[in-house]
């Protein structure tokens, strides 16, 4: 998910959490389209040009459609 965010900046950094993105987020265990403890507000958005079909992919895991 992290990946396929607009606000992913590098090095597991991004605009929600500029130390470190945490591990349940990183790995996929947490949909951060939810809030989470630190985000400042900010979740998960799909940068511009992302394939649809994958975002559906990541997003059914979630959605629990797989």
């Known amino acids: 998910m992290c990946l396929v965010c607009k606000y992913y900046r590098k090095a597991q950094r991004c605009e929600a959490f500029p130390l470190r993105i945490p591990q349940a987020i990183l790995i ?3 949909d951060h389209r939810k809030p989470h403890h630190g985000d400042h507000g900010i979740k998960f958005h799909p940068k ?3 394939d649809k079909d994958e ?3 990541i997003l ?3 959605d629990g459609d797989l």
């Open 28 to 30: 996929g265990k947490y």
């Open 48 to 50: 511009e040009g992302v």
């Open 55 to 57: 975002l559906e992919t």
């Open 60 to 62: 059914a895991e979630f």
